[in-house]
Every structure is written in C-alpha cells, then in structure tokens.
C-alpha cells in the first residue's frame, strides 16, 4: 500500500539526479517519521500526524530544488541586470533596423502601403517575441549551469567606466527633432516609391500614372534615395554629437547634392513624368513660368536658409562649448 | 508592513548565524536532526525545521560537519557531528560573538553616561 510518505518522497525525489536520490530518500524519510511520531506523541491520530507533517514540509518540488541549491528563479540577480541590459540593446538597435529593412523591402518591391505596414508590423512583432525568447532561454541555460570549482562564472565585473554620463539637456531637445527628421525623411523616401503607384488626382479619381519620370528609376530617384539615407544618417550624428563645424559642412554638401540635380531635372523638363503633366492639364494657361519661378525660389531659399541655419547653429554650439571649456 | 512583521523580520536576521554556532557547538556529541531540533528549542534558541534541515546539510556540503548513518534502529537516522574545521569555526564565531556583545555593552553604558 502506498501511503502519503510515499508519494511524497517520490514527488520530491524524482527531480534529483539519479546518484543523489537514495541519499535524499532515507533523509526526507527520517524527517517525516520523527516529525510524525512527535505529532502522535504530543496527541494526533497518525493519519492526522502524517499529513500535517507532510503539509509543513511544503511543495515537494521546492524542497528538492532546495536540497540541490537548484534556483527556483528564471534568472537570478547574478544575470538580471545583464540580461535587462542586453535585451534594451537589441530592442532598441535590431528591432528597427529589422522593421524598417522589411518595410523598404515592401515599398521597393512594389507593394501596396497599408500591405506593406501591415507586414512590417507582423514582422517587427515576431522579431520582438524571438529576440526576447531566445535572449532569456540563453540566460536561463546560464543561470543553470554551474561554474567549475575556483570559477567566477561569467559573471561581468561593474566597473566605473559603466557609469551612464549624465544626460545632457541640449541632447534630449535634440530628440525630438531627430524624431521629426527620422519621420520627415521615412515619409519622403516612402513618397519617392509611393508615387510610380500614382498620386495624381483627376476630378478626385486617382490617375495611375507615375508622377515623376519612370526613366529616372535607372539613375536619379536611387540617387535621391540614397541620399534619403545619407540625411538619416546626418540626423543621427547630429543627435549623437550636436552642432558642429563638421556637421554644418556636411549640411551644406547635402543640400547642394539634391537642391542642384532635383531643380536642374525640374528645370530640364525631366523630373515630371509626362503622363502626369497631361493629367495635370499643364502647363495652367499662361501661369506656367509664374509657378516654375516660384518653386526654384522656395527651393534655392528652402535649401540657403537650412545651410545658414547649420552655421549658426554650429557657431553657438561652438561658442557655448568654448565657455563651458573654460568656466 | 506592521511593526510586529518588521520585529519579526530582524529577530530572524539576528538569529540567524546564532543558530549555526549553536549546532556547531551542540555536535561536538552526535545527533540527528530532530533531536537536534528538539534539543535547541529546548534550550531556548528557537529554529524551525525548515531552516534546521537545510542547515545541516549545507554545513555538511562545506565540510563543517561530518555524518554518519546509524541502521541500529527501525527508522535509519543520519547522525551529524561537528568536524575539526567546524570547530575552527565554532571558536572564531565565538570570539566574535563575544566582542559583538561588549561592545554592545559598551555603547548601552555609553548611553547610559
């Protein structure tokens, strides 16, 4: 007959490497039978001694993880904090990175918008579920695996260097402008690939027609894009280091590179398809040369200011860097 | 939390390294656990069995205390006694222990002044 002892040292024992199971048996029997026999001494029936004996044990898997210091924790504080640190890491750098490579993929390979931010989504969702399962399966492994004797395990060392500066307040303005840009950019390059789908509107049908040059697919509009990425990459240093000299040459060569070829193609007749300037009804009887002066002069003025705008900028920044030097 | 909980709370801390000089001392003569259980709360030096057990057995792991099964009787009992290391520890702990309490002593008659 099997009685509650039994069971209950079977439940505990079962989790136990094989070679430590005979030795933990006779203990936890030993245990159980003199808490049992004192119970029935101080007054209990023995079925009654039995289970109250066996309640004040506890969870068997508990006292066995106990017996052979197994952590009754996914991962302890020796691992957390590096654990916590990696998984803000790669959620902050690979979960865009991913999202936008398959969202570009979508666009580039002609899909539709929503289609594409749908996949995007999806995707951004299953990178962020692998990443945290695959990260915490790794440190759960870790956290169960002993370190051979005299070994520090693998365990980081904190040092000083770890310190996080303090955050500068300038740095966490220039957040949201490196939001601004990062979107304003994401919509612009999105805009380059949306419009070959047909942006035109003809008495509120949408024309599908490209509105810029299909031809210009061999050369420019990659160009343009890539350029695209150049500015992202402007406004993440930008955000990284702040206005400086160097920065405010690199504004300078940018707008040149796209204000230049984007108004010589504009002015050549070779940036709008002609599909879409006929859907237009172009050019809008004889105030054609009006509105093509207009557009070269906010672009020439668009492009001037956002170059004497970095200057100045830089030039504070660099006056307010040389106070601080020597305050 | 109460203050009977927070009371609670640090008698547990304080007793807690009491209790293993205790069993080092009281296994100088070998034992099993629960007439070693017996035994302290007996003598007023209160430890529940779910902190004795694991106790001993850690103990053992760091060569504290040695053991030895005793089959004479129907139930096999594990018998624990201190070993030379564990009287190592056993006199440092004292000593410690010992200049922990005059030097209490001394801040409660410094107060007292």
Not at chain 1, 6 to 15: G, I, L
Not at chain 1, 288 to 295: F, L, R, S
Request: with cysteine.
């Amino acid at each position: 007959m099997t009685t509650l002892t039994d069971r209950y040292v079977w439940a505990a024992a079962r989790t136990l490497p094989e070679t430590q199971r005979a030795d933990f048996d006779r203990e936890l029997r030993e245990r159980i039978g003199d808490a049992t026999d004192a119970l029935v001494e101080a007054g209990s029936s023995p079925v009654d001694a039995e289970r109250s004996a066996l309640t004040e044990l506890g969870d068997p898997a508990a006292l066995a993880a106990q017996y052979v210091d197994r952590p009754l924790q996914l991962i302890g504080p020796r691992y957390y904090l590096m654990w916590w640190r990696l998984l803000k890491v790669l959620y902050s750098i690979v979960l865009p990175i991913g999202a936008a490579g398959v969202l570009l993929g979508q666009l580039l390979s002609g899909a539709d918008i929503g289609e594409a931010i749908g996949s995007t989504v999806t995707t951004a969702i299953s990178i962020a579920v692998n990443l945290g399962f695959w990260t915490t399966l790794v440190f759960a492994v870790l956290e169960r695996t002993t370190a051979g004797a005299g070994q520090p395990g693998i365990a980081a060392v904190w040092t000083l260097d770890m310190l996080p500066a303090l955050p500068e307040p300038a740095k966490t303005s220039r957040l949201g402008e490196l939001i601004g840009s990062l979107v304003f950019l994401g919509i612009f390059a999105a805009a380059i690939v949306w419009q070959q789908f047909g942006v035109v509107f003809h008495d509120g049908v949408r024309e599908p027609i490209p509105l810029l040059e299909p031809a210009l697919w061999s050369f420019w509009l990659p160009y343009f894009l890539a350029l695209i990425a150049l500015e992202i990459l402007f406004a993440i240093a930008l955000y990284a280091w702040g206005w400086n000299w160097w920065l405010a040459l690199a504004n300078l060569v940018l707008n040149v590179a796209f204000t230049v070829p984007a108004l010589w193609l504009f002015l050549t007749g070779q940036l709008i398809s002609d599909e879409a300037l006929a859907a237009m009804q172009w050019p809008w009887g004889s105030s054609g040369p009006v509105i093509v002066a207009i557009i070269v002069v906010v672009v020439i003025g668009a492009a001037t200011w956002d170059v004497i705008d970095g200057g100045i900028k830089a030039w504070r920044a660099t006056r307010a860097r040389r106070a601080a030097s020597i305050a | 939390m109460s203050t009977e909980e927070t009371t609670a709370g640090h008698l547990q801390e304080l007793r807690r390294g009491t209790v293993v000089l205790a069993c080092l001392v009281r296994l100088r003569t070998p034992d099993y656990g629960y007439a070693l259980l017996e035994s302290l709360n007996g003598l007023g030096i209160l430890v529940d069995a779910n902190t004795l057990y694991p106790l001993l057995r850690r103990l053992e792991k760091q060569g504290l205390l040695t053991s030895e099964w005793n089959t004479d009787e129907a139930r096999p009992r594990k018998f624990y006694r201190t070993s030379p290391t564990g009287e190592h520890l056993a006199d440092a702990l004292t000593t410690d222990w010992r200049r922990i309490d005059d030097a209490l002593a001394g801040l409660t008659t410094g107060d007292e002044s």
